[in-house]
């Protein structure tokens, strides 16, 4: 199977612009998460998307969203960007249903730059 | 989530053991301990999990404590390649939790020839 995807591999945006981040997961997996990466506060939880729904969100402003489509693909967008949202974002696909461990698998990351 | 603690930095010898610590005394019985690895500027690799009993895959070995405080990953025989954080974290298995993972600092590994 193709691993996870996620374009554009790199980005440079101005403060105040808004950007769109792309996700393709696994074939066959529903849920999707999304991290940030940052040199000063690691790796730190976004939002995750399961069957086209927020199932969880983390402690981000509002200027973050995301949604999911009927194929599972994701996207994120960030508006009015600022200096510090420079950094990797990680998408990560897992199967999504029934119970038990569910392992993500993580794609290459995009790496934002804001000017 | 339960919280872990990881020594922040680790060497091993090439072509020997490797065995990275973890502490998680909070550890609630529903949550699983699992372990990614991540190579410098890619996006984390998952590597293991478990519950309570012993663990081993083709990438490591995952041993748990009988009262669930602290894990141990193994990997039998470090290569040059293994040079990675290492992250031990606690999640609970449920799905309908959802799948969030809460990332410490982890372990930085290298691996010396």
């Known amino acids: 199977k193709a691993g996870v995807t996620q374009t554009p591999r790199y980005l440079i945006k101005t403060r105040g612009q808004q950007v769109t981040l792309s996700c393709s997961p696994i074939?066959?997996?529903?849920?999707v998460s999304w991290y940030q990466q940052t040199p000063g506060q690691g790796l730190q939880f976004l939002f995750e998307?399961?069957?086209?729904?927020?199932?969880n969100k983390g402690n981000f402003p509002g200027r973050f969203s995301g949604r999911q489509f009927s194929n599972s693909r994701s996207e994120m967008n960030v508006s009015t960007l600022e200096l510090g949202d420079s950094a990797l974002y990680l998408c990560?696909?897992?199967?999504?249903?029934?119970?038990?461990?569910?392992?993500?698998?993580f794609g290459p990351g995009t790496r934002l730059t804001v000017t | 989530d339960a919280k872990t603690t990881q020594p922040p930095s680790m060497d091993c010898a090439e072509g020997r053991a490797a065995n990275l610590p973890c502490n998680h005394s909070?550890?609630?019985?529903?949550?699983?301990v699992y372990w990614y690895r991540q190579i410098h500027s890619q996006g984390p690799q998952y590597i293991i999990h478990?519950?309570?009993n012993n663990e081993t895959n083709e990438m490591a070995s995952l041993i748990i404590t009988e009262d669930r405080k602290s894990s141990t990953l193994i990997l039998p025989h470090a290569t040059l390649r293994d040079t990675a954080v290492y992250y031990c974290?606690?999640?609970?298995?449920?799905?309908?939790?959802?799948?969030?993972?809460?990332f410490g600092g982890g372990t930085r590994l290298m691996v010396k020839p």
């Open positions: 990560a696909s897992s199967p999504g249903g029934g119970r038990g461990p569910r392992e993500q698998y």
């Open positions: 074939s066959g997996h529903r849920s």
């Open positions: 998307y399961f069957s086209e729904t927020q199932r």
């Open positions: 909070t550890i609630s019985g529903n949550e699983y």
């Open positions: 478990g519950l309570k």
């Open positions: 974290i606690v999640s609970p298995g449920f799905n309908n939790a959802g799948n969030m993972l809460t």
